[in-house]
């Protein structure tokens, strides 16, 4: 009686799926419905809000890592590999959405330019977008991958790869996987050398982004530090 109830309620959620999409779903509703795929059989709800008690929301399941999805009650390698895979997919797509060649002007339009390059990035990472005289993007690189909480920006590099681009300018970005979008001071010190290390090789240093979670603060927008990037 029971997988009759299981099997039905399945087959109402596939077909609400099919008439209108993910519209009229809630959180847990649509980790229910994507779990069908992973767990073929019984009742997906419990772990559905399993998943997003512990992160939070969709967004937050899709960043999760492996091991931590695999923390999770009732969750096992195959619904951790789809729910993984999904959130790379999201960040693949992600980058594709905004192709090379895009012209970026603003500390906002770079900004929401790098920010599904990091979706659910565990580890910290230093990536580099390199424009031409025009500002358009030549190419966008990961330059240092770090641990989960520290990394360095690598001037040599970072320059070697500016200069590989043929880049005029660029903008350096990195993020903060568990902590705030705020320079440190050791950010803003690499930055004011990395400027200055650019500058010699005809390269200028439009911004310095940091990134966490969905948000992020660019240094050239901050008024203590607008005088790195004249």
Do not use: Y
Request: net charge negative; aromatic share 6%.
């Amino acid at each position: 009686m029971a997988d009759q109830i299981h099997k039905d309620h399945r087959k109402r959620m596939k077909e609400q799926f099919m008439r209108g999409g993910i519209e009229h779903f809630n959180d847990h509703q649509l980790m229910e419905l994507l779990l069908f795929f992973a767990i073929p059989q019984g009742d997906t709800n419990p772990v559905a809000h399993a998943l997003i008690d512990r992160f939070g929301s969709v967004n937050g399941v899709l960043e999760a890592s492996l091991p931590q999805l695999l923390e999770v009650k009732g969750i096992g390698e195959h619904s951790a590999v789809l729910l993984s895979l999904c959130g790379q997919l999201v960040r693949r797509c992600g980058q594709e959405a905004r192709p090379v060649g895009v012209q970026l002007q603003t500390p906002e339009e770079f900004g929401q330019f790098l920010l599904p390059r990091f979706f659910g990035e565990q580890n910290e990472l230093v990536m580099l977008i390199s424009l031409n005289h025009r500002h358009e993007v030549l190419n966008c690189s990961v330059v240092t991958r770090g641990s989960v909480n520290a990394t360095e920006i690598n001037m040599r590099l970072v320059l070697q790869q500016a200069l590989f681009d043929n880049a005029t300018a660029a903008v350096i970005a990195h993020n903060h996987p568990s902590g705030h979008a705020l320079p440190s001071r050791a950010d803003i010190d690499n930055t004011v050398v990395l400027a200055d290390f650019l500058k010699t090789a005809g390269v200028k240093l439009l911004d310095h982004i940091i990134i966490a979670d969905n948000d992020f603060v660019s240094m050239k927008e901050t008024p203590t530090l607008r005088h790195i990037f004249k």
